[in-house]
């Protein structure tokens, strides 16, 4: 079968278990394809952080060399993300700060959970400010910085700044992370910045 129309009938995110049942060929044969796949630059494999199975995003635009936020987050984190669509971005990589607001904005549980190794990684804390701000996330973002002091080891100290302009007014009212989403396990930090935050202690025993 021609590299071209293997591309074709496995576009999207696959395993070897998928591409077997999609062309109707043995184990071997499916990792042949995968390889043929790979070495014209259509694949990026992610590994699932829980079983360990390996995912094939398999895409034209992988050629290309752009680079989505998921990217990014995998990268940094020990939890991995596999994303249904994929909108990559070209002629610029995005920063560490974009990527975090990214990921908050998506009110997913896993991809915010595994964006929070990314507070490692805050070199600029003007440009979250501001994208935060663009974004009306401020205490958001803080409330999710404390919570990764306490869970992610090397988390960078966030600049008193920060913290000054960010922190709520006494008659704020709460807000969600992740709508309808609340733990009581960081009453604390919420009650700080006015927010309910979505997780528990055993979600971060990943990133110890």
Same mark, same amino acid.
């Given at each position: 079968m021609k590299t071209e129309l293997l591309l074709k009938r496995l576009e999207g995110v696959q395993t070897i278990d998928s591409i077997i049942k999609l062309l109707k060929v043995d184990r071997q044969k499916a990792t042949y394809y995968v390889y043929r796949l790979r070495k014209a630059g259509y694949i990026k494999t992610l590994r699932s952080s829980t079983t360990g199975q *390996?995912? !094939?995003?398999?895409?034209?635009?992988?050629?290309? =060399?752009?680079?989505s936020y998921y990217d990014i987050i995998n990268k940094h984190s020990p939890i991995q993300i596999v994303a249904p669509m994929v909108y990559k971005i070209y002629g610029r990589k995005?920063?560490?700060?974009?990527?975090?607001?990214?990921? #908050?904005?998506?009110?997913?549980? *896993?991809?915010?959970?595994?964006?929070?190794?990314? !507070?490692?990684? #805050?070199?600029?804390?003007?440009?979250? !400010?501001?994208?935060?701000k663009e974004n009306h996330i401020e205490r958001q973002v803080g409330a999710l910085y404390d919570v990764a002091r306490l869970n992610v080891t090397k988390v960078r100290r966030m600049p008193k700044r920060f913290s =000054? #302009?960010?922190?709520? =007014?006494?008659?704020y009212p709460f807000e969600y992370i992740i709508p309808g989403l609340r733990s009581e396990e960081y009453r604390e930090i919420g009650n700080k910045w006015k927010i309910y935050i979505p997780f528990n202690k055993t979600d971060f025993e990943v990133f110890k």
């Open positions: *390996r995912f !094939y995003r398999i895409s034209f635009q992988n050629k290309l =060399k752009g680079i995005p920063s560490n700060e974009e990527t975090l607001i990214f990921a #908050i904005k998506t009110q997913s549980v *896993r991809t915010i959970l595994a964006a929070m190794a990314l !507070y490692r990684k #805050i070199d600029n804390w003007m440009e979250l !400010y501001h994208l935060a =000054k #302009i960010s922190l709520p =007014k006494d008659n």
